[in-house]
Every structure is written in structure tokens, then in C-alpha cells.
């Protein structure tokens, strides 16, 4: 069908169309990727000297001495690490109990399907707001914790939901047979269930990562005191709060020792932060392609 | 298989899935629904060493003053007209990128520019404003470009002016997840059936006509629900962005219920008046996603739930 488009003769609406989809898809393409670009080259680029401004995409006074920094700064390091942490540590506790939750509810037998999927779905829309909540956790012991990052959002309806539509389009009869052989519901999950899911586990565990890798509210809000449960994110943010806090480039210009600004630090650690996840999820692409159409399924 | 009765046999069978669903429904309970008994401290003169349970009841004081107070008439309007915008906004554009996206010829064109389009949104909003001042600072590129074609006399500091806040909010959002909201559009639009599209084509229509006579009444369904989804979301995409971006200049346009309750309650220890703004969020956000599920089953569209 397109081939035989373009053996015939174009026509003029048809040109005028194509070249304004051009230009707008190259301009999209631009404005996107311009912003990341140029915060790579100012990380790259002399301190001192990129407050003259000027950089765009190629650093003019190059050198790493901003990754240095950074990779020296106590706070961040720590921030880098937990981060890991709470990424991977996060992502697992929370495919395990959506799968398992998933798996219970999406059983057309079980006696209490329904109610336990009505009782997650309220969770979708009522919730008891910051300060409930804020309190909740004070009391459970959950502030100044490593905790607080892996165990509260761990179960999330939406999560839920995409794991159990996925499931129910898995024919009965593969349970039923397991049955007849004397399979438990634990053997079924385990052996069958769930290497047939592998393509939504991994579109769920796509979702808390990145979820995970970037949250910096709960550091800030539960954490503010317990430094050593700094994230990335929050160390990026009291980073930004500086730059923008600075009186002018002159004082800026003044406290920077050995062409070390603030502003040069803050693309380094960027840099850093996002350099991860950009570089995995092209590879990722069909998974959450899938998780999203799941997730756009009702009920 | 025919429905039998329930037997102890089954119960035994179901065990394992009982203990589960008894221990997950525990953690839910404790972490979703619990805070909802929180909500007792609006109408109370709440003191932490009190309590809930032992904090005097004063009704409705806190609600009252709350609609009398200025500012949170104002950050309501803020929130609800930064929903509002970025809904419209993010939406159309959405929908706009993924329709000319799907017209794009070449097949590696397409691939290449949507995983470029992906980009922002694995990007956290502290990148994502970080990348916002810089590109909008007096040396930014933003106004660099706007002297440089003579549209501006003098670079001007974009985040001190109210006027220029919610149209930067929502580029913001534009910018972030344009990309990502277009894939389940495209999934959408893939499902339709080319046989429309080659009878469109003989009954002579052009791109225009067939992306309006085909692709959009065939996109329609996940348009409706999707639009759903998110008006109950209106008053929720008020914080993080508005938070990182906001300052003391622009304040009275910046501000956000969500913001106002982290001011009042965790910063000024008001737990009560922080509460209260926030079941005045949760009841309006219930409202408005019950109104729109009704009137999408009153015009026979898919519904939520």
C-alpha cells in the first residue's frame, strides 16, 4: 500500500503535507534532545568558563574535573548508593507481591476475587492525603528508615492490575491439567504462572525502577535528617536549589575554586543520574509499550 | 464446568491463597486505609501529645477558616487551572504527535524519533527543571535565540514574572511526556483496520480526510477513557513541578493545594488545617471522577469502572 504511493505521482497536498511532517518530527527531535545534549557538554566543559556562556553541544574548555568532584562528594556518593539500593530492593518486593496479589485475584475460583480487587481499586482513588500519612509512618517507625523508600508503595493498584489483566488471558486449562497432576496453587504460580508472565514482570519492574530511581519527595519529607538515607535525586535537588539561589554569575565566578562552579557540578551530577536508565530503556521498549496498553485496560 | 457450592474440601485446596490474601490485605489496610482514620484530625483541635482519639472535636472551624483564607482560594484556582491546562495541552499534543508519527514514511525515521520522544519522561522532574532554569535563565539558550531574532530588546528572567509561570508548567509537561503518552495511541491506532484506510483512498480522500475520517473515530474509544482516567487526576499534578520551579516572586501563581498543605502541616506542625486542604483535594478529586465515569456511561462509552 505505501509502496504504491510512492511509485505514483505525488501530489502537491500530499508533498506540502510530508515536508511540514518532516520539519515538525525534526524539530521535536531538537527541542528534546538539545536540552540533554547541552547539559552533557557544560559537565564536560571548564566551570569558569561556561558561565561566559556560549556552549551549546561541544564542551570549549574540555575536562572531567566536574565528574571528579562529584565522584569525591560524600553526600552524593552515598546518595548513589542508596539510590542502587532502594532501586533494586524496591523493584523486587514489589514484583513479588503484585505478582502474588495478582495471581490470587485473577483465580476464578478463589471465593474472595472479587472483593480483594475492589478493595485494591478504592486504593486507586481515595487516599488519606500527606499529613495521615506523614503520621502513619512516624508511628510505624518508617521516618529516618531505609524502610520508608521499599515498603510503602510497594503494593500499587495500577501495578496490580496489569499483571492481573495479563494473567487472565493465560488459558485455564494449563492450571486445570496442573490440578489433575496434583499441582498446589504455589507449584501453579511458581511453575507455570509465572514464566508465562516474564514480558509483564518485566514491564511492572520497568516501571517501579524508574519510579525508584527517581523519587526524591520521601527523602526529602521522611529522610531530611538521616543523611545517610540521602537519595541521588535529593542530592540533585538541594544541588539545583544552590544554582538558582546564587546572587549573580559574579559571586558565582568569585567562589569557584579552580573552575568548579555550582552550576558545573550540577551538570556533572545530572549527567550521572540519568546516564543509567538512558542507556537501558531503548532496549526496553516493547516492554512498556505492552505494560501501557495493559494498564489502559478497565476495571 | 458448572458453578458447584462452596466446600470445606475447596477451602482446604485454597489455603495458600487465603494466608496470601490475608497478609496483603493486612499491608493494604495498614498503609491505604488506615491514614483515611486521619482524617478525623480536620475536626479536631489536634495536638500530637492528645492524639486522635482524645483531641477536642471542633467541627467544621478548620474548614471555615480555610474558605475564608485568601490564599487557599488562590491556590485552588492555581491548581485547578494548571490542571486544567496541562491536561488540555499534554492531550492534544499527544494525540497530534502520534498521528503525524504514524504518517512519517520511513520505517527507521519512525523507531528513531520515538525512542527519542521516550527520553523525558525517564528523566526525574529535578533533571527536568534543572534543565528548565538553564534553558530559560537571562543566558539560556531560550533567550539567546529571542534577542538574537530581535524578538526581545534584553534577555528577561522568565521565573519572575506570573505570566509566563503556567504557560512554562505546561510546556514542561509537553516536553516530558508528549513522547510517552503517544504509545498507547499508536498501539490504537495500529489496531485499525487498513481495509478503512484502502476505502478511504478509492472513495478519493487525501491524508487530511483519512486521518479525520479514519484514524481519529478509530483512536476515539481510548481518547474517551483515557481522558477519564485523568480528569479525576486534575488536582494531583499539582506539586512536584510547581515546588521545584516555584519561588517568592511568582508564589501567588505558583502555589498548589498540595504545597499549601506542606507548608501548613508538615512545616508550620498545623496538622489539622493541612488535613483538612487535603480532604478537600481527595473529595473533590472522588467527585469529579464519579461525574465523569457516569457521563461517559451515559453516552455508552467504555467506563472505569
Known sequence: MKQKITLKRISGADLAFRIFNTIFMLVFVIVTLYPVLNTVAISLNDGSDALRGGIYLWPRMFTLKNY????????????????????????????????????????????????ISLFWVITMYVNGGMIPIFILYKTLGLTNSFMVYVIPGMISAFNMLVIRTYMRGIPDSLEESAQLDGAGYTTIFLKIISPLCKPVYATVALFVAVFQWNSWFDAM??????????????????????????????????????????TSIRAAATVVTMLPIVCIYPFLQKYFVTGLTLGGVKE | MKKKSFTIADLKHQKVLLVWAAILTIYGIIFYYVPLFGWAMAFENYKPVTGILHSDFIGLDKFKFLFSDATFLRVIRNTLAMGIINLVVTFVMAIVFAILLNEVATKGGKKVVQTIS????????????????????????????????????????????????????????????????????????????????????????????????????????????????????????????????GNDLIMKVSQ??????????????????????????????????????????????????
Open chain 2, 256 to 305: 498548589t493545594i498540595d504545597i499549601y498543605v506542606l507548608k501548613w502541616g508538615i512545616s508550620q506542625n498545623d496538622y489539622a488545617l493541612g488535613t483538612a486542604a487535603g480532604i478537600f483535594k481527595s473529595l473533590v478529586s472522588i467527585i469529579l471522577v464519579v461525574f465523569f465515569n457516569n457521563m461517559a456511561k451515559r453516552h455508552g462509552e467504555e467506563r472505569l469502572f
Open chain 2, 118 to 245: 521516550y527520553l523525558p519522561h525517564f528523566l526525574s522532574w529535578i533533571i527536568v527543571t534543572g534543565i528548565l532554569h538553564d534553558a530559560l535563565s537571562g543566558s539560556g539558550i531560550v533567550n539567546e535565540l529571542l534577542v538574537h531574532f530581535h524578538i526581545l530588546k534584553a534577555p528577561i528572567n522568565f521565573f519572575a514574572h506570573e505570566k509566563y509561570f503556567w504557560p512554562i508548567v505546561a510546556f514542561a509537561n509537553v516536553w516530558k511526556e508528549t513522547g510517552w503518552n503517544a504509545i498507547i495511541y499508536l498501539a490504537a491506532i495500529t489496531s485499525i483496520d487498513p481495509s478503512l484506510y484502502e476505502a478511504a483512498a478509492i472513495d478519493g480522500a487525501g491524508r487530511w480526510a483519512k486521518i479525520k475520517n479514519v484514524t481519529l473515530p478509530g483512536i476515539k474509544p481510548t481518547i474517551m477513557i483515557l481522558l477519564l482516567m485523568n480528569v479525576g487526576n486534575v488536582l494531583n499534578a499539582g506539586f512536584e513541578i510547581q515546588y521545584l520551579l
Open chain 1, 221 to 262: 519529607l521522611y529522610n531530611r535528617m538521616a543523611t545517610e538515607y540521602t537519595t541521588l535525586q535529593y542530592e540533585l535537588m538541594k544541588l539545583l536549589s544552590s544554582v538558582t539561589n546564587q546572587a549573580s554569575n559574579a559571586t558565582a565566578m568569585k567562589n569557584s575554586e579552580g573552575g568548579i562552579t555550582p
Open chain 1, 68 to 115: 571528579k568532584t562529584v565522584l569525591e562528594k560524600d553526600n552524593l556518593v552515598t546518595g548513589a548508593y542508596i539510590t542502587v539500593l532502594r532501586t533494586v530492593i524496591g523493584t523486587l518486593l514489589a514484583l513479588v507481591t503484585n505478582a502474588i496479589l495478582a495471581f490470587i485475584v485473577s483465580r476464578k475460583n478463589f471465593i474472595f476475587s472479587k472483593q
